[in-house]
């Protein structure tokens, strides 16, 4: 079930660079970016989640779609 957020989400994830959690909230104006995730892996789109610490020693997570 796609929704036009979902969609926004996956038109982000296609170019296959990485987006940090934050920045996809934004764009999309998803509640649950978890949730959408695991719906475009649902429907067989492979995203991965690339955590790193920033500068500041903080773990930011970062998504990316196989292209």
Known sequence: MSTPKID???KELADG????TRKLE??????SL????RALR???HS???NPKRDSDGYLVN??????
């Open 62 to 67: 970062n998504y990316r779609m196989a292209v």
């Open 17 to 20: 660079r990485n987006h940090s």
């Open 42 to 44: 649902e429907e067989g």
């Open 47 to 49: 995203i991965y989640l």
């Open 8 to 10: 926004k989400l996956f």
């Open 34 to 37: 978890t949730s959408a995730i």
């Open 26 to 31: 934004k764009k999309t104006g998803l509640a």
